[in-house]
């Protein structure tokens, strides 16, 4: 059974940088371009980053230059490294594949920036 879990979100000051991890329970994860995903309160889900089994990775304008995206195929496991941090990026942030949720969705893990 295909499992998403997300983990590393908390409460962090302005500035301040988080690393989201997604573990993923996918056979052949390495052959899926993965996404992270975020949905601030009252608004969509949107696309931030994604990355391809071989590495290439894309970014929304919003976050390029301070979040990188990258993925450890041995560990079936996608991560999110965020730096200066903004309160913008407030959101739940998920993990799933890069065409809008081919997997069944998880709890996604909560970032909040705020002084």
């Known amino acids: 059974q295909v499992q998403l879990v997300e983990s590393g979100g908390g409460l962090v000051q302005p500035g301040g940088s988080l690393r989201l991890s997604c573990a993923a329970s996918v056979r052949f994860f390495s052959t899926y371009a993965m996404g992270w995903y975020r949905q601030p309160p009252g608004k969509q889900r949107e696309l931030v980053a994604a990355?391809?089994?071989?590495?290439?990775?894309n970014y929304a304008d919003s976050v390029k230059g301070r979040f990188t995206i990258s993925r450890d195929n041995a560990k079936n496991t996608v991560y999110l490294q965020m730096n200066s941090l903004k309160p913008e990026d407030t959101a739940v942030y998920y993990c799933?594949?890069?065409?809008?949720?081919?997997?069944?969705w998880g709890q996604g893990t909560q970032v909040t920036v705020s002084s």
């Open positions: 799933n594949s890069n065409s809008g949720g081919y997997f069944p």
């Open positions: 990355i391809t089994g071989g590495g290439n990775t």
